[in-house]
């Protein structure tokens, strides 16, 4: 069992940046690939990075690529989203989660086990 939560949300300019960190408890962290996924008002739930176990494979979602960058340090069970240039088209929820497996690339909500309550990102022009 894994426990998430997320933190490092705010409000910032358009062109500025944050850094959204996740921390988890339980079992051992190193075992789970993991990614951030965020959701807006009545909007669906949509992948923005993953990374591996080891965090040798990172996969970005095109609207962020070259912008966020996703890493992880296992000795400390965190995991972060650099994000840089932020959009008012990046304000939402942003959420971690955690899965078993082996290390391939997955993107669907439903793939992923553990979940974070989120926290919030709003981008103003």
């Known amino acids: 069992q894994v426990q998430l939560v997320e933190s490092g949300g705010g409000l910032v300019q358009a062109g500025g940046s944050l850094r959204l960190s996740c921390a988890a408890s339980?079992?051992?962290?190193?075992?789970?690939?993991r990614a951030w996924f965020r959701q807006a008002p009545g909007k669906e739930r949509y992948f923005v990075a993953f990374?591996?176990?080891?965090?040798?494979?990172?996969y970005y979602a095109d609207a962020v690529k070259g912008r966020f960058t996703i890493s992880r340090d296992n000795s400390k069970n965190t995991m972060s989203l650099q994000m840089d240039s932020l959009k008012p088209e990046d304000t939402a929820v942003y959420h971690c989660?955690?899965?078993?497996?082996?290390?391939?690339?997955?993107?669907?909500?439903?793939?992923?086990?553990?979940w974070g309550p989120g926290t919030q990102v709003t981008v103003s022009s």
């Open positions: 990374i591996s176990r080891a965090g040798t494979i990172t």
């Open positions: 989660s955690a899965r078993g497996g082996t290390s391939f690339v997955t993107t669907t909500t439903s793939s992923f086990d553990y």
């Open positions: 339980g079992n051992t962290f190193s075992s789970y690939n």
